[in-house]
C-alpha cells in the first residue's frame, strides 16, 4: 500500500504527459505516411514512404542540411569563446560590477521575434541602421545585410541572444574556482595564459559542454530569426531544416511532405542529443 499510494497520486500526471508526448507523435508519423495536401483535404493516399524519398530528394534539402549545421557550428563558437572571455573580464571585481552583470544578461530575456527585428531595422537596415551610420563614418559603402549575408546576419542575432545565457553559465563556474590554487600557480611562476590554459580552462569545461548542449538542442529550432527577417532567402541561403518543413506545410501546403520532415528533424535531434549527453558525461565524471 506505501509503494502504490505514491505511484497512484502520480499516475494522473504522468499519464497526461504521455499522452500530450505520444498523440502528436503518432498523428505526426501517419500523416508522414499518407499523401494529404490541404488544398485537397478530403484526399489521404497511403503513400508509404514516398514523403521521406520527396523530402530528401528536395533541391533545398541539403543546403538547408548544410545551413544548419553552419548556423549551429557558428553560434556556438562564437557564444562559447566570447562568454569565456566576457566572463573573465567581469569576474573580476570593478565599480558598478552588479549592473554590468545584470546588462551583459539583459539580451537573454529579449523575445526572438524583438531580437530580430531589433537586428533588421534598427542595427543592419542599409539606410538609416547603426551598422550603416558606422560604415558611412569610415567611408565605407554600407552593406545590405538581409541580401547580401542573410545567413551570417541571422548568425549574429543569434549570437547576440544567446552569448549572455553563455556568459552567465561561465560567470557562475567561475565562482567556483579555487582561489588558493590560482595563487600558488602564480607563485610558482605560472604567467596569466598558463593559469587560463592549466587550470581555467579545464575547470570551464563542464559548463561548456552544458552550454553546447543546451545552445544546439534550442538552435536546431530556429524558425522566428529567419521568418522576421531573411524569409528564408534571398532564394534559400538561409534557409534551414525547421524553415523548411515550414515552406513545406504552409507554403506548399503538403503536410504529408512536411511531417516526413519533421520525424527527420525529431531523429536528428536525438542523434546529436545521444553525442551531446554522452560529451556532459565524460565531464562529469
Known amino acids: ?20 508526448m505520444i498523440v502528436p507523435l503518432v498523428m505526426t508519423i501517419w500523416f508522414s505516411l499518407v499523401h494529404y495536401n490541404l488544398m485537397q483535404p478530403g484526399d489521404k ?31 556556438i563558437v562564437i557564444t562559447v569563446v566570447l562568454g569565456v572571455g566576457l566572463a573573465l573580464l567581469v569576474n573580476e571585481p570593478f565599480p558598478g560590477q552588479g549592473i554590468v ?4 544578461i539583459s539580451p537573454f530575456f529579449v523575445m526572438p521575434t524583438v531580437n530580430a527585428l531589433l537586428w533588421k531595422h534598427m542595427m543592419m537596415n542599409p539606410i538609416y541602421g547603426v551598422l550603416a551610420h558606422v560604415w558611412h563614418f569610415f567611408g565605407a559603402t554600407p552593406i ?25 553559465i561561465f560567470i557562475t563556474s567561475l565562482q567556483s574556482l579555487d582561489r588558493e ?35 544546439m538542442i534550442f538552435l536546431m529550432s530556429v524558425f522566428a530569426e529567419i521568418f522576421t ?15 523548411l ?35 556532459v558525461g565524460k565531464n562529469l565524471d
Open 1 to 20: 500500500m506505501t509503494r502504490f499510494l505514491p505511484r497512484a497520486l502520480m499516475a494522473p500526471a504522468v499519464t497526461t504527459l504521455f499522452l500530450w
Open 45 to 75: 493516399t497511403f503513400v508509404g514512404i514516398e514523403n521521406f524519398h520527396y523530402f530528401i530528394t528536395d533541391p533545398d534539402f541539403w543546403p538547408a542540411v548544410l545551413q544548419t549545421l553552419e548556423l549551429l557550428g557558428a553560434v
Open 101 to 104: 552583470r545584470v546588462l551583459l
Open 144 to 168: 545590405d545585410w538581409m541580401t547580401d549575408l542573410p545567413l551570417a546576419s541571422v548568425i549574429l542575432m543569434l549570437s547576440w541572444q544567446w552569448l549572455p545565457f553563455a556568459c552567465l
Open 181 to 215: 590554487q590560482m595563487e600558488a600557480a602564480r607563485m610558482d611562476g605560472a604567467n596569466a595564459l598558463h593559469q587560463f590554459w592549466y587550470l581555467t580552462l579545464p575547470h570551464l569545461g563542464r559548463s561548456i559542454a552544458v552550454v553546447v548542449m543546451i545552445e
Open 229 to 243: 527577417t531573411t524569409g528564408g532567402g534571398p532564394g534559400n541561403e538561409s534557409t534551414n531544416l525547421a524553415f
Open 245 to 279: 518543413i515550414f515552406k513545406q506545410a504552409l507554403m506548399n501546403f503538403d503536410v504529408g511532405v512536411a511531417s516526413a520532415g519533421a520525424l527527420f528533424a525529431v531523429v536528428l535531434a536525438n542523434i546529436a542529443a545521444v553525442f551531446l549527453i554522452r560529451m
